[in-house]
């Protein structure tokens, strides 16, 4: 302020009053965020950074991803390419989107997905950028730093990603290779305390192709029951089983648990590079009213949801895609099963768990 009493704007900034002048920086300093510092995908790392050589005499066969689409010979269902082509076609779907996506998606996947034990309506469903997406949400949804969730071990990398990027704690409970990768439902509830904001469960499991039973799975319901914590259910290979298995919607087995399901066009339909994801939200006694419900309907305004091509073209999707598609697919994905465990188990040193379900089997070695 000068002496005469006006307010003076300084060159260091637009507003009166004006600050203390401040120091210039002598070079360049631009930094990243604590969220981008703290982001370690070690698959992606792995994957996209890996520089081989194979033998020029033989084909590559590549395990590292569970990429349904990169060999080509389990390609989309024709009804599927036809419903997406119709909607670029239609003119209605190049706009923008509400942000948790158009209301007439939401109403078809949950009509898709209810259960006489888990009715949905659009309001319990926010669609996302993948079932990845789906799982973002749903961990910056509901952790703070400081906090810690429940994540299985061995596992899917991206959930410690995500929660680590948040700075968020991540406590790992086992599960048991002996019973077909079973959750270790004491060690579980022994890691829960006062700060615990989630536990992930994943079924059908990826990487070890478990798929619970039901009886199991409300072994575990009612562990988070007791302690009063909710579940962030990664369905994303829900019906992806192997015969006798039979996939058990999580939300389908509790009236009082919170579930939050994460799902997606990119397994069972075969098409991950669509980026079409979902959460459904099963809260019977609405727990996630007040808070969680509009923290979701918030973190979606951050990209507008999914590709709305794909969003015009989901409910043909659910419709025209016949029964025999996904047969065959099972089938093909049951036999390479049964095939890579057949060799695996010849092999000194080795020993495969033949999975239920999912695109991926486990194999412990001895030296």
Known sequence: MSSNGEHKICHNCSSAPCCPARKKKPEWTVRASDMARNTHNPIRKIV????????????????????????????????????????????????????????????????????????????????????????????????????????????????????NSLGIDVRFYDLLPDKDWEVDVAHLESLIDDNTVAIVLNNPSNPCGS??????????????????????????????????????????????????????????????????GWICIHDRHNVLQHEVRPALNSLATRILGPNTLIQGAVEAIFNTTPPAFFTNCLNVMHENAIIAFSIFSKISGLKPVMPKGAMYMMVSHSR
Not at 68 to 90: H, I, R, W, Y
């Open 48 to 163: 996209d950074n890996m520089k081989i050589s194979p033998n020029p005499a033989k084909p590559m066969i590549a395990l590292s991803i569970g990429d349904p689409a990169v060999f080509g010979n389990l390609p989309p269902a024709k009804e599927m390419l036809q419903a997406v082509m119709d909607a670029a076609t239609s003119g209605q779907f190049n706009g923008y989107a509400p942000a948790t996506g158009y209301e007439k998606t939401r109403d078809a996947i949950a009509a898709n997905l209810s259960r006489p034990e888990a009715i949905l309506t659009a309001k319990d469903v926010v669609l996302a950028s993948g079932c990845s997406g789906a799982l973002d949400m749903c961990i910056s949804a509901l952790g703070n730093p400081g906090d810690n969730m429940l994540l299985p071990r061995p596992g899917f990398s991206i959930y410690k990603t995500l929660a």
């Open 211 to 276: 798929v619970y039973g039901r009886e199991h799975l409300i072994e575990i319901l009612e562990v988070a029951e007791r302690n009063k914590v909710p579940i962030i259910a990664d369905e994303v290979y829900a019906d992806c089983v192997f015969p006798p298995q039979e996939f058990i919607p999580l939300a389908t087995l509790t009236t009082e648990v919170p579930v939050l399901a994460c799902g997606g066009l990119t397994k069972k339909f075969l098409v991950p590079g669509w980026r079409f």
